[in-house]
């Protein structure tokens, strides 16, 4: 399965969820490519919180230093999570019919979002997976994990966070080979067009 399955199942809306430090207008180019591409309705909106360094953008959720690593300030990260699935239901139409689209710490929150509810699809770029956070799976959302072979931008640990994810989840994983943190727009519009990349594997966790 590529991630032409969208268009080949008629979904209706595209959510798109910005990263930390940008705003609903970030890839907006890209975000209405897909969307006439694949014949959706996209649905963008601002994370709830000013970022800490640019007052101008949003982010999901802030972050702190916990023995060398950068954890979610938990308040932060269930508000958003609730304010997501609230603007996801709010838009009056079968879940199934959403794919959700997330991008470096709007991934994270898109797979997370995914685990719990039952949408159509959940395409993470780059996402940054808090490590402090209990994932459970409730849902039934296939994630499509896509990491940039040229992220400079996450360590080790973000780029793996995908090993917290629950068993059970249909969970899909490719590498972006030419793309990097903020510049992936290329290689996912091969995937989506050409289905060029392969999936490496599946159902591994």
């Given at each position: 399965?590529?991630?032409?399955?969208?268009?080949?199942?008629?979904?209706?809306?595209?959510?798109?969820?910005?990263g930390?430090?940008?705003?609903?207008?970030?890839?907006?180019?890209?975000?209405?490519?897909?969307a006439?591409?694949?014949g959706?309705?996209?649905?963008?909106?601002?994370?709830?919180?000013?970022?800490?360094a640019?007052?101008?953008?949003?982010?999901?959720?802030?972050?702190?230093?916990?023995?060398?690593?950068?954890d979610?300030?938990?308040?932060d990260?269930?508000?958003?999570?609730?304010?997501?699935?609230?603007?996801?239901?709010?838009?009056?139409?079968?879940?199934?019919?959403i794919?959700?689209?997330?991008?470096?710490?709007?991934?994270?929150?898109?797979?997370?979002?995914?685990?719990?509810m039952?949408?159509?699809?959940v395409v993470?770029?780059?996402?940054d997976l808090?490590?402090?956070?209990?994932?459970?799976?409730?849902?039934?959302t296939?994630?499509?994990?896509?990491?940039?072979?040229?992220?400079?931008?996450?360590?080790?640990?973000?780029?793996?966070?995908?090993?917290?994810?629950p068993?059970?989840?249909d969970f899909?994983?490719?590498?972006?080979?030419?793309?990097?943190?903020?510049?992936f727009e290329?290689?996912?519009?091969?995937?989506?067009?050409?289905?060029?990349?392969?999936?490496?594997?599946?159902?591994t966790?």
């Amino acid at each position: 399965m590529s991630l032409v399955f969208y268009v080949e199942y008629k979904m209706k809306k595209i959510v798109f969820l910005h990263g930390s430090g940008a705003d609903k207008n970030r890839y907006a180019e890209l975000c209405d490519t897909i969307a006439k591409y694949c014949g959706c309705e996209l649905v963008c909106f601002n994370a709830p919180f000013t970022h800490y360094a640019r007052p101008d953008k949003y982010q999901w959720f802030g972050k702190f230093e916990n023995s060398g690593r950068r954890d979610a300030v938990i308040s932060d990260y269930e508000y958003s999570l609730r304010y997501i699935k609230d603007k996801i239901l709010a838009l009056n139409c079968n879940t199934k019919d959403i794919v959700l689209i997330g991008h470096s710490q709007g991934g994270g929150m898109a797979v997370h979002s995914g685990l719990e509810m039952n949408l159509g699809m959940v395409v993470a770029i780059c996402p940054d997976l808090p490590y402090n956070i209990k994932y459970d799976l409730s849902g039934n959302t296939p994630i499509y994990w896509l990491e940039a072979a040229k992220d400079t931008l996450l360590d080790d640990n973000r780029k793996q966070s995908y090993k917290l994810l629950p068993n059970g989840v249909d969970f899909h994983y490719a590498i972006l080979p030419n793309s990097g943190h903020k510049d992936f727009e290329n290689d996912f519009m091969n995937v989506i067009k050409n289905n060029e990349i392969p999936f490496l594997y599946k159902n591994t966790r």
